[in-house]
T-cell receptor, first 117, second 111 residues
Framework: GAVVSQHPSRVICKSGTSVKIECRSL??????MFWYRQFPKQSLMLMAT?????????EQGVEKDKFLINHASLTLSTLTVTSAHPEDSSFYIC?????????????FGPGTRLLVL | QQQVKQSPQSLIVQKGGISIINCAYE??????FPWYQQFPGKGPALLIA?????SEKKEGRFTISFNKSAKQFSLHIMDSQPGDSATYFC??????????FGQGTRLTINP
């Protein structure tokens, strides 16, 4: 089956630093990847959609200069949280869509827990 | 109009019982309705999904019932097991691109 990995699984950083999270599709080429944020005991909120080779499309209310998304290859997308603050602490989850699958099928990664001190 | 409302927020069911989680939506443009299962500290995993041209879909112990006129859909878990204890999310997609998630239901199956 389609496998999506994320690295790191957990990261703790100091306020003001930047953190990069990687999302990889391991056994398929993902033309589209999605980034979600999930606060404790809450639902997943879509942050942005990234298509390989083009700029990401951000959802309303998501600061594109704070959450930098790069989708440089068909198997890798990165989310960089710049100048992180404690309110950015959350569970970040990516998903990927395979061009061979049904258009609406998304395969989710295991998530990255970010804690900003 | 983009919201998907999910209930209940939490649910406790005895082993062997039927777990029922409900979702409602407003946007008639939604045309894909998946259910996801999420364990603590993990990403969501697709359980089962339905499109609005059918009223029911069954896969093993999991069944989706879909009522297009009422704009509601539900997940039924038959013969619920302790291993089914997890958080369940319904979702809907308006354009086969984005997923709009419900608020989630924390299901606990008592042995």
């Amino acid at each position: 089956g389609a496998v999506v990995s994320q690295h790191p699984s957990r990261v703790i950083c100091k306020s003001g630093t930047s953190v990069k999270i990687e999302c990889r599709s391991l056994d398929f080429q993902a033309t589209t990847m999605f980034w979600y944020r999930q606060f404790p005991k809450q639902s997943l909120m879509l942050m942005a959609t990234s298509n390989e080779g083009s700029k990401a499309t951000y959802e309303q209310g998501v600061e594109k200069d704070k959450f930098l998304i790069n989708h440089a290859s068909l198997t890798l997308s990165t989310l960089t949280v710049t100048s992180a603050h404690p309110e950015d602490s959350s569970f970040y989850i990516c998903s990927a869509r395979s061009p061979g699958a049904r258009r609406e099928t998304q395969y989710f990664g295991p998530g990255t827990r970010l804690l900003v001190l | 109009q983009q919201q998907v409302k999910q209930s209940p927020q939490s649910l406790i069911v005895q082993k062997g019982g039927i777990s029922i989680i409900n979702c409602a939506y407003e946007n008639t443009a939604f045309d894909y309705f998946p259910w996801y299962q999420q364990f603590p500290g993990k990403g969501p995993a697709l359980l089962i999904a339905i499109r609005p041209d059918v009223s029911e879909k069954k896969e093993g112990r999991f069944t989706i019932s879909f009522n297009k006129s009422a704009k509601q859909f539900s997940l039924h878990i038959m013969d619920s097991q302790p291993g089914d204890s997890a958080t369940y999310f319904c979702a809907a997609s308006p354009d086969a691109q984005k997923l709009v998630f419900g608020q989630g239901t924390r299901l606990t199956i008592n042995p």
